[in-house]
């Protein structure tokens, strides 16, 4: 494993068609949509075949089957998303049912990355993000994991370096210095102690590297890293201890 890589490849395929979107929100009682609920629905609606024809354009949705995308973003547009969201411009109502759509697919992007490459309102996106998730939560803890393998991929580290991180993963959420985190921050943590530990005798993994290839902020990266340094000789020989039994 070469810790100096710093070239960026696009993001990894994975076989997005193992998730099954089947919902038995199906079986809910449908309410009747008012005339101008239809018209906006329909405009939404639009604006996703749009947007995700835009993203596969730019190849951040390689491999990627849009067609899953795109039903579970009509899933999430219904009726109570549509009273909670209706003051929304389209656009940024459109943005965040496809970032949402990713996250319970478990597609590792950063909302960042959907939003400039759709030059959408972040900041309202992010509202609108708040609510849906209200209706219809993903799977933050997958989704982090997701993004964890992401990053090892695109710097070429292999299956065992990614069982390393799982531990890490799950010894932090132990002792609670995750909570309120962002993902790509946690998935970025993960491989930065992982990397330092594997690496140690030759100083570590550049954290350049994992900030580069993840698309996460330095400050962010080294907020929470200093968060966790003061359980940093206890993580370490708890690591030592999974990797001498499983390794």
């Known amino acids: 494993m070469n810790c100096n890589i710093n070239q960026r490849p696009p993001p990894p395929k994975f076989n997005w068609n193992i998730y099954d979107n089947s919902s038995s929100?199906?079986?809910?009682?449908?309410?009747?949509?008012?005339?101008?609920?239809?018209?906006?629905?329909?405009?939404?609606?639009?604006?996703?075949?749009?947007?995700?024809a835009k993203?596969?354009?730019?190849?951040?949705l390689n491999g990627i089957n849009i067609e899953n995308i795109k039903q579970q973003s009509v899933d999430l547009l219904n009726n109570?998303?549509?009273?909670?969201?209706?003051?929304?411009?389209?656009?940024?109502?459109?943005?965040?049912?496809?970032?949402?759509?990713?996250?319970?697919?478990?597609?590792?992007?950063?909302i960042k990355e959907i939003t400039q490459t759709l030059n959408c309102d972040e900041k309202q996106v992010r509202k609108i993000l708040i609510q849906l998730n209200q209706i219809k939560p993903f799977d933050q803890d997958a989704f982090t994991l997701q993004y964890m393998t992401r990053i090892c991929v695109a710097i070429g580290f292999n299956q065992k370096f990614q069982t390393l991180?799982?531990?890490?993963?799950?010894?932090?959420?132990?002792?609670?210095?995750?909570?309120?985190?962002?993902?790509?921050v946690i998935a970025s943590a993960l491989v930065k102690l992982t990397g330092d530990f594997i690496f140690q005798e030759k100083g570590g993994i550049n954290l350049n590297v994992i900030?580069?290839?993840?698309?996460?902020?330095?400050?962010?990266?080294?907020?929470?890293?200093?968060?966790?340094?003061?359980?940093?000789?206890?993580?370490?020989?708890?690591?030592?201890e999974f990797y001498r039994r499983t390794m």
């Not at 993203?55 to 951040?60: E, K, P, Q, V």
């Not at 400050?219 to 030592?240: E, W």
């Open 165 to 184: 991180c799982r531990f890490y993963y799950s010894s932090l959420k132990n002792q609670n210095l995750v909570q309120g985190e962002h993902e790509h």
């Open 211 to 240: 900030s580069e290839n993840a698309g996460c902020c330095e400050i962010s990266l080294k907020n929470l890293l200093q968060k966790v340094q003061p359980y940093n000789q206890v993580l370490v020989k708890q690591a030592y």
């Open 25 to 52: 929100d199906d079986t809910k009682p449908q309410i009747t949509l008012q005339k101008s609920d239809k018209r906006r629905q329909k405009q939404v609606i639009l604006l996703v075949d749009e947007m995700l």
């Open 80 to 110: 109570s998303v549509n009273e909670k969201v209706k003051s929304k411009k389209y656009q940024s109502i459109a943005c965040a049912l496809i970032i949402q759509s990713l996250r319970i697919l478990l597609i590792p992007l950063r």
């Open 55 to 60: 993203l596969t354009h730019s190849n951040l």
